[in-house]
């Protein structure tokens, strides 16, 4: 008698990496990176870093894959080098690499949000232009609402980046934390000043 049962939805949701890691999550991962790309492109929306996003002077295609690469990259190798670190457990390269690409399979449905051309010009603006445009404007008012939305796709994208370390380092309480610090906000960082080479 086959004694698994398929994880309910909700529990997918949770933990994917239940039922899906290391090569297959890899190829999923690298497919919904290429959709990803690919709605960046068409909305003009560019990766600084993992948590930061807008315009750029750079609009070539491959610019847009690079950025995409780095933000996948940069984190799974701090994450990597953490699971090393602070794992007692092996750790397999192809298991990180796998289940961090995969989480970051809903910036394909975030950047949905980024298509409308007043989303295009909005995103456009300087910080200053922007909260001119805010205080002064109500019509920029449903643009801001319109996107907030989209920031529940990058919180699912940062929560399945920590079941991805727990998972493929098997780490545990302030190991992974520590190490979960490391790549998302240490990440970030690294990120930003990688893509930022890429704009001069």
């Known amino acids: 008698m086959n004694t698994h049962t398929k994880p309910s939805r909700p529990a997918f949701l949770a933990n994917p990496f ?19 790309t690919a709605g960046s492109m068409a909305a003009h929306l560019h990766y600084h870093g993992l948590m930061h996003y807008g315009s750029a002077p750079n609009d070539a295609w491959w610019c847009y894959t690079a950025e995409h690469l780095v933000v996948w990259l940069v984190p799974a190798a701090i994450f990597y080098v953490a699971g090393l670190l602070l794992s007692s457990s092996r750790i397999r390269l ?28 909005f995103i456009a603006l300087t910080p200053e232009e922007l909260a001119g445009k805010i205080s ?7 643009v801001v609402g319109w996107l907030t939305p989209s920031l529940l796709f990058l919180a699912v994208v940062l929560c399945w980046l920590a079941v ?36 001069k």
């Open 18 to 36: 239940y039922t899906i890691a290391g090569w297959k999550a890899l190829a999923w991962g690298l497919l919904g990176m290429a959709v990803a």
């Open 94 to 121: 192809i298991d990180v690499l796998g289940t961090t690409a995969f989480s970051q399979i809903p910036f394909a449905v975030m950047n949905l949000f980024y298509l409308p051309e007043q989303v295009q010009t």
């Open 136 to 142: 002064q404007e109500s019509y920029w008012l449903p």
């Open 164 to 199: 991805a370390l727990k998972t493929s380092c098997n780490l545990r309480g302030w190991r992974l934390l520590l190490g979960y610090a490391a790549g998302i906000i240490g990440g970030d960082m690294a990120c930003r000043l990688i893509i930022s080479l890429m704009y």
